[in-house]
């Protein structure tokens, strides 16, 4: 199996940071692309950023010039700098990754257990 545990999410004033981080563990062959939903209650989750494995990023409009999303792959690992947040950041924010298993021709999406961040105005 695979999971994905993230970490880093809490509670922070309007303007301040958060660092948000997510590690994929288990049965895995190459990890493709890695990001980052969020989902507020009565929402369907959104895009918050993805990453490929080569590197190429992806960001919501509401975010761009405020995250920055990176990842090292030697430790299937994907992070989210979370810059000068907004009340309107604040969500559970759900990581992640496609994964192709070892011994599998085909890739699975796999999404971690989710972490709030709450921005205080």
């Known amino acids: 199996q695979v999971q994905l545990v993230e970490s880093g999410g809490g509670l922070v004033q309007a303007g301040g940071s958060l660092r948000l981080s997510c590690a994929a563990s288990g049965n895995i062959f190459k990890v493709n692309l890695m990001g980052w939903y969020r989902q507020t209650p009565g929402k369907q989750r959104e895009l918050v950023s993805t990453?490929?494995?080569?590197?190429?990023?992806n960001y919501a409009d509401s975010v761009k010039g405020r995250f920055t999303i990176s990842r090292d792959n030697a430790k299937n690992t994907v992070w989210l700098q979370m810059n000068s947040l907004k009340p309107e950041d604040t969500a559970v924010y759900y990581c992640?990754?496609?994964?192709?298993?070892?011994?599998?021709?085909?890739?699975?999406?796999?999404w971690g257990q989710g972490t709030q961040v709450t921005v205080s105005s």
């Open positions: 990453i490929t494995s080569s590197g190429s990023t």
């Open positions: 992640n990754a496609i994964v192709t298993k070892r011994g599998n021709a085909y890739a699975d999406n796999y």
